[in-house]
C-alpha cells in the first residue's frame, strides 16, 4: 500500500472534523473537489464520496496546481493552530502509517481481541485520531491495540496500609494473580497489585516513594483494547482498567476516585431490582461492569496513577466470535469499503439498520426515558453480537465510569444505591445529560453508522434517514417514561456534538470534572430528521 494511500484516513478524519466547526475558512465543495484557501495557495482535494455527517476523500492533492502530499496537506492546515496542535496531527499520522494493515475476513468470525485491534485509525472525526503524547513509536508498537502484540502485567508487592481498594477487590484479586502466574509477594502480610507495565516504568518513582516495590510479571498474553488502557486476557477473570500517564486525543489517562464510583453505583444498581427491570425488558443487552478498584496510598492520599479498575471478563474462549466493536465494523480500509459492505448481503442495509437500532439503540433511549441513567456508548463503548447471517443479535456496553444520570431521577436510583453519586460528580440536569447522550449515542453512534452505510454504497442516506425517524417515532409512541429526548431527537433543529477540533486545539483535558467539562467545547449539527417525512421510503 502507497503512502498516500495509507494516510488518507488521517486526512479523512482531519478534514471531517474540520469541516464540522467551521475550522477551514473558505472551505467549499464543487466539482468532486474540496477547495480550501491557504495561505500557501489553493489547496484542492479530491472527493470520493459525501454524506450529511461525513465524507470520504482520495488522495491526488494539489496545492497552486501542484501536486502536494498529504502529509504536507496536513502540516499546512495544522500550521495556522499553533507548534503543539500541528505536533499532534503529525504524529497521529505517523502513527497510522505504522498501523498493520487490515486483516480483513468475515466480521463474524473475529474473535472478542481481532475486533479490538481491528481499529487502525481510530475516531473518524478528529485532528489527530491516534496522536499519542509522552509514548515512543517503540512504545506504542508494543502497547498499541492495532498491533495486537501481547505482553505482562507488572506485579508490585506493598504493605496492606499502602494499598486502598474496593470491599470486593482483594478476592478478585488474588483470583487474578493465580489465573496471571504473579510473582509471589516475598513476605507475610503484603498485597500484590496489578499495574500496566508502561506505567510501572513511567511511575517508578512514585511506587517506591509508596512504599510498593516491582515484583516482577506475570503470563505474557494481555493485550490492549481499543482504549489502550484496558487490557484484556483469554486466561483472566477480569479485564484491568489501567492509569495511564499520557494524553491519548482529548484526554489525560489517568482513572480518579470518582471515576470508580461511578462505576461501584451502577454495578450496585445493576445487581438490584434496576437490574432485574432492564434485564427483562433488554435480555439482549449486557453491561461491562466495573464495580471493584484499587491502588496504592501515598502521603495518605490515593495515587490515582496507580488506579487500576476491574472490569468483567465474559470472553474468556478464544475460539468463540465476537462481541464486534462498532468502530471497527465502520472503519474503511484506505481508499476501500468498510467492513460491514463485507458483512451484509446485498439490498439487507435497511434491514441491518433496524436491527441495530432495536437491539443496541432502543434500551439506551428507554433507560434514559424510564430512569435517567447516562450510558455512554459511542461505537467505541458499543460491541454487537453478531448472529449467524451477521446481523445484530446483542449489545454490550463498556466504560460504566463514563455513566451519569439525570437528577430528576435520583431519589428512585438512590432507593436502590444508597448515597448514590457521592463524590462521584455525574448527576447532570437534564438538558446537559441529554446533549451527552445525543453526542455519544446518536450522532457517533446511529450518525456514524448511518454515513458509513451510505458511503459504502450500502442503502441511500435519506432512506436510512427515513428509517431512523420512523424508529423513533414508533419508540416514542410506546415508551411509558420521560419522553423529552425523542421530542428532542424528532422535532429539534440541532443535534448536539462534540468539537473535537477545537477540544484538540485548545488543549482541553475532557477528564477534568464532570459532564460539564465533557461540554467544553460542544457545537450544534443540523438535525436531519427535523423536517422529514415520516413515511418510510
Known amino acids: ?53 461525513r465524507t470520504r476523500f482520495r488522495a491526488g492533492l494539489r496545492l497552486s496546481g501542484q501536486p502536494v502530499s498529504v502529509a504536507e496537506a496536513l502540516a499546512l492546515l495544522a500550521r495556522p493552530f499553533g507548534a503543539t496542535f500541528a505536533t499532534r496531527v503529525s504524529d497521529s499520522l505517523d502513527a497510522i502509517r505504522r498501523a498493520p494493515p487490515p486483516e480483513g475476513g468475515d466480521p463474524r468470525e473475529w474473535t472478542f481481541q481481532q475486533a479490538e485491534s481491528a481499529l487502525r485509525a481510530g475516531h473518524p472525526c478528529h485532528p489527530n485520531p491516534r496522536s499519542r503524547d509522552e509514548m515512543t513509536a ?51 502480610g503484603l498485597l500484590r497489585l496489578p499495574v500496566h507495565p508502561w506505567q510501572a516504568l513511567r511511575e517508578a518513582d512514585l511506587i517506591g516513594a509508596a512504599d510498593a516495590r516491582v515484583l516482577g510479571s506475570g503470563k505474557g498474553e494481555w ?35 470518582r471515576e470508580m464510583r461511578r462505576g461501584a453505583d451502577l454495578a450496585v444498581l445493576l ?34 496513577e496507580t488506579l487500576v479498575s476491574l472490569r468483567d471478563n465474559p470472553f474468556r474462549d478464544p475460539g468463540r466470535p465476537g462481541p464486534v466493536m462498532l468502530a471497527s465494523l465502520c472503519e474503511p480500509e484506505p481508499g476501500g469499503i468498510s467492513p460491514l459492505a463485507r458483512l451484509i448481503p446485498p439490498g439487507a442495509a435497511r434491514a441491518w439498520f433496524a436491527r441495530f437500532l432495536t437491539t443496541a439503540i432502543h434500551p439506551l433511549l428507554e433507560i434514559r426515558a424510564s430512569h435517567g441513567l447516562l450510558f455512554g456508548a459511542h ?86 434517514l427515513r428509517d431512523w425517524r420512523d424508529f423513533l417515532v414508533a419508540a416514542r409512541a410506546d415508551c411509558t417514561g420521560d419522553r423529552t429526548l425523542y421530542e ?40 436531519p430528521i427535523a423536517h422529514l417525512e415520516r413515511t418510510s421510503a
Not at 388 to 409: E, H, M, N
Not at 417 to 426: I, K, Q, V
Open 223 to 257: 493485550r490492549a483494547t481499543s482504549s489502550m488502557r484496558t487490557l484484556h486476557g483469554w486466561h483472566a477473570p477480569v479485564m484491568l482498567k489501567c492509569s495511564l500517564s499520557l494524553r491519548l486525543t482529548n484526554s489525560t489517562r489517568i482513572l480518579q476516585p
Open 379 to 464: 461505537q467505541q463503548n458499543m460491541m454487537i453480537g453478531l448472529d449467524s447471517r451477521g446481523f445484530p443479535a446483542s449489545v454490550w456496553l463498556r466504560d460504566c465510569q463514563g455513566t451519569g444520570y439525570i437528577d430528576s431521577f435520583h431519589e428512585a436510583l438512590e432507593a436502590h444505591c444508597p448515597g448514590l453519586g457521592a463524590g462521584a460528580e455525574n448527576s447532570v440536569p437534564a438538558d446537559l445529560g441529554d446533549r451527552l447522550l445525543t453526542y455519544y449515542v446518536v450522532v457517533n453512534a446511529v450518525m456514524h453508522l448511518l454515513s458509513t452505510l451510505a458511503l459504502d454504497g450500502l442503502a441511500s442516506e435519506d432512506g436510512l
Open 138 to 188: 517503540d512504545e506504542a508498537a508494543r502497547f498499541g491495540p492495532e498491533f495486537g502484540a501481547g505482553f505482562a502485567l507488572t506485579w508490585l508487592a506493598a504493605p496492606p496500609d499502602c494499598v486502598t481498594m474496593s470491599p470486593g477487590a482483594a478476592r478478585r484479586l488474588q483470583d487474578l494473580a493465580r489465573a496471571d502466574r504473579a510473582p509471589e509477594a516475598g513476605a507475610a
Open 1 to 53: 500500500m502507497g503512502d498516500e494511500l495509507r494516510d488518507v484516513p488521517a486526512l479523512d478524519a482531519f478534514l471531517n472534523a474540520a469541516l464540522r466547526e467551521d475550522a477551514l475558512p473558505g472551505a467549499q465543495f464543487g466539482q468532486n473537489l474540496l477547495h480550501v484557501p491557504t495561505e500557501d495557495g489553493p489547496l484542492l482535494i479530491p472527493v470520493a464520496e459525501r454524506t450529511r455527517f
Open 488 to 527: 428532542a431527537l424528532l422535532d429539534g433543529e440541532g443535534l448536539a456534538c462534540k468539537g473535537n477540533f477545537d477540544t484538540s486545539r485548545r488543549g482541553i483535558n475532557e477528564a477534568d470534572g464532570g459532564g460539564d467539562g465533557q461540554l467544553a467545547s460542544f457545537l450544534s449539527l443540523p438535525n
Open 271 to 304: 445487581a438490584g431490582p434496576v437490574g432485574q427491570v432492564l434485564h427483562r425488558r433488554f435480555p439482549q443487552m449486557h453491561v461491562l461492569r466495573e464495580a471493584d478498584h484499587a491502588a496504592l496510598i501515598r502521603d495518605g492520599r490515593i495515587a490515582a
